[in-house]
């Protein structure tokens, strides 16, 4: 299984940022996906998930109405929109699947700076 996440980078307060994971060495399109962060200091949370289909998504409540989440099963990737970027969205950001055991990509610098 391989995970590649991209996208990250530096923007400013109210910016927009869109990352991608591209997924391989699985049956993408039957599992669950999620996206998680980590900031300095903190514990890696949970940011965003999407079922099989992408019928169904569930977010934070940090970035509901400013996150979303989505997938297209032909290219084995999944995304995240990040919308009205906040400073307090400074993380590493991983993507991940849980298939015969937990698997995290390298992780994408996100940085929310004036």
């Not at 989440?69 to 991940?96: F, G, H």
């Amino acid at each position: 299984v391989q995970l590649v996440e991209s996208g990250g980078g530096l923007v400013q307060p109210g910016g927009s940022l869109r990352l991608s994971c591209a997924a391989s060495g699985f049956t993408f399109s039957r599992y669950s996906m999620r996206w998680y962060r980590q900031a300095p200091g903190k514990e890696r949370e949970l940011v965003a998930d999407i079922s099989s289909t992408g019928g169904s998504t569930n977010y934070a409540d940090s970035v509901k109405g400013r996150f979303s989440i989505s997938r297209d099963n032909a290219k084995n990737t999944v995304y995240l929109q990040m919308n009205r970027l906040k400073p307090e969205d400074t993380a590493v950001y991983y993507c991940n699947v849980v298939w015969t055991r937990e698997y995290w990509g390298q992780g994408t610098q996100v940085t929310v700076s004036s």
